[in-house]
């Protein structure tokens, strides 16, 4: 009885066929060899919150958090290579501030807070082409009931 034996894979045999002009194998190399689009190597968040719980300022929070991300490919067309020095975002560390104080108004429990985001005003992009915030501010108040 004759035995079956594979001579070559259909991924191989594309491969084969891809590559046989430029164009195909610089777009083969991109597509094989890069990074996803908008998935950083490493990427990080945290943030801690602290409440005071005695003095004048007792009730008052103040949080302090960051957001760091490594590399990121945006695209892995040919025109922006990431394997030929092309455009990547990333590689970016940002600091978030916020505080607040509770306080009530006709038995109303309210809190106000003040937030300041990217408290650097580090210039950067989370994965795309246009840049992110620069430092802003929120405020607000929220009633609970």
């Excluded at 991109?30 to 719980?53: H, L, S, W």
Aim: no cysteine; charged share 20%.
């Amino acid at each position: 009885m004759a035995a079956w034996k594979v001579v070559d894979s259909a991924a191989n045999v594309l491969g084969n066929l891809v590559a046989l002009n430029a164009a195909g194998k610089v777009s083969q190399d991109i597509y094989y060899g890069a990074r996803i689009e908008n998935v950083p190597e490493f990427r990080f968040n945290f943030f801690g919150k602290y409440t005071i719980t005695d003095g004048a300022a007792r009730g008052v929070t103040i949080g302090l958090g960051g957001r760091y991300s490594s590399e990121t490919v945006v695209s892995r067309s040919v025109d922006w290579n990431p394997l030929r020095e092309g455009y990547q975002a990333g590689n970016y560390l940002v600091w978030d501030l916020t505080i607040g104080r509770g306080w009530e108004l006709l038995g109303y429990r309210m809190q106000t807070t003040l937030g300041i985001y990217n408290l650097t005003d580090q210039k950067y992009s989370e994965g795309s082409f246009a840049m992110s915030p620069r430092r802003n501010w929120l405020f607000t108040n929220s009633l609970k009931f």
